[in-house]
Structure formats: structure tokens, C-alpha cells
């Protein structure tokens, strides 16, 4: 591996020296844990994706927990998701002692279809947990109407997509929304987690939960715990709140350059942007054909030779990991397009550090491969 230099990674952290002035004067202030930057984050965020209430935290993972316990779930409730996803989902689930249900995604989106969702409900199910993979939302209309039908919570994970919508509205105003602000994630702050709701009650619940129930100096009102995040972290991510836009404008960019310089190769199967939808391209993901004269790890491998990272997200199911399989409280249901796409998945550099030359040249290398 030594001499593989990767010169354009799948990911880098887009930090200024607006973050340097803002941490230095974090710093200075001697007020290192939850402060005033801390709700500055939260206002900024809230307004960002025009969802009222934001209540930040010490990651996505906890985020989900939290969530979903202030949401009433517990042992015995069922919550249904999908296997196509970052382990972080399943482990939140258990965390609060309740069951999971997975049940299979589509082609389009990749993300849980609501067609399957029906079925999977049943006596025990109480909250259906969609995952918005790679920056494009589930269809939440759909997913709403049977949450609606079903008396169901709805808790987005929405860890990949800040300020993706659907039909104009933001991951994070359909249900409780739950984003990762870890550093290879669209908004960074090293470490963090963003909880967002319209419900003034959930909101309130979640700012007791974090902070021991406290709402005054030892004054308890709840059972809580400690989720609070610093001042350093909300210092790293505020400037990069204020690019944004243009964040996911060049995002954006590099993945319609991209999609074109590929749309003559038949074996690669490019992503796209369903109607409706805004798409905030965490991850630019293709699908290798079945015929395609490489397989997807040895593509891989190939690109990493020439200096062009990738990921796979995610090579493996969550339920065909051992540890899942066949423990008593994870349900799977045939997930054969789930299955499929972890097979035939590459993630290709398009965030906001890679030029357009770049995106030439990962194009270059990709029309070079031959049998
Ligand atoms: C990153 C991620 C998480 C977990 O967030 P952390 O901040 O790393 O705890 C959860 N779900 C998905 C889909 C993610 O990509």
C-alpha cells in the first residue's frame, strides 16, 4: 500500500481560517463546554432547513437514541428500517431495548420502499425509522401516510442529508430528524449530532434528556443523561453552516460533470435526482453491471493505484454480519435489491475539495478499463 498515494480522497473536511478565528476565540474564552456558539449552531441549522426546533448533541449515533427513547420507544415496541445502512441505526434501536425490523430498499433511491413497509407492520410496531442515504431522502410522503395510518413515530436518520427535501420539505421537518455532524459527513464538527423537530414538547424533552432532566442547577425534572456538545465542536461547524449552499452547489456540480463524462459507459450505472426531491450528494454512488468487464473490489483497487479514493456504503448487509444474524431482537424480511446493490455499490469522490479537472481525470481512468 505504501506507495499508493491517494491524491484525490473520498472525503476532506472543508475548514477555513473563519473556523481557526471562531475556535481561537473559544479558546481565549476560557468557556470550553456547552456555551452560546452551541445555540448559535442550533438557530443557524434550524434556519437552514426551516425546521423550528434544533437541540444539539454529542453525535448522530446518540441523536438517534435519544430520539427515539424521548419518543416513547422502549422493550416490546418494534421499529421498522432498512439493512442498507451505517450500523450506527441498528445499534440506537437495541440501545433503547426495542426490536428491529428491516425490510428492503429500491433501485432508485436506495433508500427503504414504502411498498415493503406495509407489510412489515404489525400488533408490535410502533415507529418506522427511514435512513436518507447519500444525501437524497426516502419518499417521506408515502412513508408518512402509512405512519399516519399506523399510529406509528417517524424518526429520520437523516445523518447524510442535511437539507435534502422532498417536495420542498426538509429531512427533519417529516418526523423527529436525527444528523451526524461527524468529520466525513456533508457539516462537520469533528465529533456532534443535530436533533431537529417542529413538535415543541419533543424539542423540550430532548434538551431535559440531554442534560440530566436539569432545568435549573439540581433542580431534576426528568430522568436524563449527558449528551451535551462543546462550544469547540459548534465553533468547527458554524462557518461551514454559512457556505452551505454553496457547499452543496459545488457538490451538485461535480456529480452532474461526472454523470456526464459516464453516460457512455454501459456498465456503470450513475446516480440521479428523482423528481421533486433536492439532492445534497454526501455520496456519488454508481452501480457496476453484472457484465461490467471488472468487479466492483478490483475496480476499486484499480482507481486506488491511480490516486482516486473510493468508498463502499455499505459492502455487507447489517443483518448478514454475525452478530446480527439470528439475534432475538433484529428481524430481517428478503432484502434481495438491498443485497444486490451492497454488492455492485462504488462511492466516487465529488465533494467540494475535487476540481473539475479532477472529475476529468476519475473519468479518464474509468473509460481506460479494460477486461
Ligand atoms: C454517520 C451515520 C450515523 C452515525 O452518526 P455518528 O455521528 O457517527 O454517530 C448514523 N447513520 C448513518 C446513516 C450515518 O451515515
Same mark, same amino acid.
Given at each position: 500500500?505504501?506507495?499508493?498515494?491517494?491524491?484525490?480522497?473520498?472525503?476532506?473536511?472543508?475548514?477555513?481560517?473563519?473556523?481557526?478565528?471562531?475556535?481561537?476565540? @473559544?479558546?481565549?474564552?476560557?468557556?470550553?463546554?456547552? =456555551?452560546?456558539?452551541?445555540? /448559535?449552531?442550533?438557530?443557524?441549522?434550524?434556519?437552514?432547513?426551516?425546521?423550528?426546533?434544533?437541540?444539539? @448533541?454529542?453525535?448522530?449515533? $446518540?441523536?438517534?437514541?435519544?430520539?427515539?427513547?424521548?419518543? #416513547?420507544?422502549?422493550?416490546?415496541?418494534?421499529?421498522?428500517?432498512?439493512?442498507?445502512?451505517?450500523? %450506527?441505526?441498528?445499534?440506537?434501536? $437495541?440501545?433503547? =431495548?426495542?426490536?428491529?425490523?428491516?425490510?428492503?430498499?429500491?433501485?432508485?433511491?436506495?433508500?427503504?420502499?414504502?411498498?415493503?413497509?406495509?407489510? %412489515?407492520? &404489525?400488533?408490535?410496531?410502533?415507529?418506522?425509522?427511514?435512513?436518507?442515504?447519500?444525501?437524497?431522502?426516502?419518499?417521506?410522503?408515502? $412513508? &408518512?401516510?402509512?405512519?399516519?395510518? &399506523?399510529?406509528?413515530?417517524?424518526?429520520?436518520?437523516?445523518?447524510?442529508?442535511?437539507?435534502?427535501?422532498? &417536495?420542498?420539505?426538509?429531512?427533519?421537518?417529516?418526523?423527529?430528524?436525527?444528523?451526524?455532524?461527524?468529520?466525513?459527513?456533508?457539516?462537520?464538527?469533528?465529533?456532534?449530532?443535530?436533533?431537529?423537530?417542529?413538535?415543541?414538547?419533543?424539542?423540550?424533552?430532548?434538551?431535559?434528556?440531554?442534560?440530566?432532566?436539569?432545568?435549573?442547577?439540581?433542580?431534576?425534572?426528568?430522568?436524563?443523561?449527558?449528551? /451535551?456538545?462543546?462550544?469547540?465542536?459548534?465553533?468547527?461547524?458554524?462557518?461551514?453552516?454559512?457556505?452551505?449552499?454553496?457547499?452543496?452547489?459545488?457538490?451538485?456540480?461535480?456529480?452532474?460533470?461526472? *454523470?456526464?463524462?459516464?453516460?457512455?459507459?454501459?456498465?456503470?450505472?450513475?446516480?440521479?435526482?428523482?423528481?421533486?426531491?433536492?439532492?445534497?450528494?454526501?455520496?456519488?454512488?454508481?452501480?457496476?453491471?453484472?457484465?461490467?468487464?471488472?468487479?466492483?473490489?478490483?475496480?476499486?483497487?484499480?482507481?486506488?493505484?491511480?490516486?482516486?479514493?473510493? #468508498?463502499?456504503?455499505?459492502?455487507? $448487509?447489517?443483518?448478514?454480519?454475525?452478530?446480527?444474524? =439470528?439475534?432475538?431482537?433484529?428481524?430481517?424480511?428478503?432484502?434481495?435489491?438491498? *443485497?444486490?446493490? *451492497?454488492?455492485?455499490?462504488?462511492?466516487?469522490?465529488?465533494?467540494?475539495?475535487?476540481?473539475?479537472?479532477?472529475?476529468?481525470?476519475?473519468?479518464?481512468?474509468?473509460?481506460?478499463?479494460?477486461?
Amino acid at each position: 500500500m505504501g506507495s499508493m498515494t491517494i491524491r484525490i480522497p473520498i472525503s476532506k473536511p472543508l475548514l477555513g481560517p473563519e473556523v481557526e478565528d471562531l475556535v481561537v476565540s @473559544v479558546l481565549r474564552s476560557g468557556n470550553l463546554a456547552q =456555551g452560546p456558539l452551541v445555540e /448559535r449552531l442550533e438557530d443557524d441549522f434550524s434556519k437552514l432547513i426551516q425546521v423550528e426546533h434544533v437541540v444539539a @448533541v454529542t453525535n448522530g449515533t $446518540l441523536a438517534l437514541e435519544a430520539a427515539l427513547r424521548v419518543g #416513547g420507544i422502549g422493550p416490546g415496541d418494534e421499529v421498522i428500517t432498512t439493512p442498507f445502512t451505517f450500523v %450506527a441505526t441498528i445499534n440506537a434501536i $437495541l440501545a433503547t =431495548g426495542a426490536l428491529v425490523r428491516l425490510v428492503d430498499i429500491n433501485y432508485q433511491d436506495f433508500n427503504i420502499d414504502p411498498t415493503h413497509v406495509g407489510a %412489515a407492520v &404489525n400488533r408490535k410496531t410502533r415507529c418506522l425509522l427511514p435512513v436518507h442515504l447519500y444525501g437524497q431522502m426516502a419518499d417521506m410522503a408515502s $412513508l &408518512n401516510d402509512l405512519a399516519v395510518k &399506523n399510529d406509528l413515530l417517524v424518526v429520520e436518520d437523516a445523518a447524510q442529508s442535511h437539507a435534502a427535501q422532498i &417536495n420542498g420539505i426538509s429531512a427533519g421537518a417529516w418526523g423527529t430528524g436525527c444528523f451526524s455532524l461527524y468529520a466525513t459527513k456533508n457539516l462537520t464538527s469533528g465529533e456532534g449530532g443535530l436533533i431537529a423537530t417542529n413538535d415543541a414538547d419533543t424539542a423540550h424533552r430532548l434538551r431535559l434528556y440531554r442534560n440530566h432532566g436539569m432545568v435549573e442547577r439540581y433542580n431534576y425534572q426528568a430522568v436524563g443523561t449527558n449528551l /451535551r456538545m462543546t462550544d469547540l465542536q459548534a465553533a468547527v461547524c458554524i462557518p461551514q453552516m454559512l457556505a452551505y449552499p454553496r457547499i452543496v452547489s459545488t457538490r451538485q456540480r461535480n456529480a452532474h460533470l461526472l *454523470s456526464q463524462l459516464l453516460a457512455d459507459i454501459p456498465w456503470i450505472q450513475t446516480p440521479v435526482e428523482l423528481p421533486k426531491r433536492k439532492h445534497v450528494w454526501h455520496q456519488y454512488t454508481i452501480l457496476i453491471s453484472q457484465d461490467a468487464p471488472i468487479g466492483r473490489d478490483d475496480l476499486a483497487k484499480h482507481l486506488a493505484r491511480r490516486g482516486i479514493g473510493t #468508498g463502499v456504503y455499505y459492502p455487507r $448487509l447489517v443483518h448478514e454480519y454475525r452478530i446480527f444474524q =439470528g439475534h432475538p431482537r433484529v428481524f430481517k424480511s428478503e432484502t434481495p435489491i438491498a *443485497s444486490d446493490v *451492497s454488492r455492485r455499490c462504488l462511492s466516487l469522490p465529488i465533494h467540494p475539495g475535487v476540481a473539475p479537472q479532477e472529475i476529468e481525470v476519475i473519468s479518464q481512468v474509468l473509460h481506460e478499463v479494460r477486461p
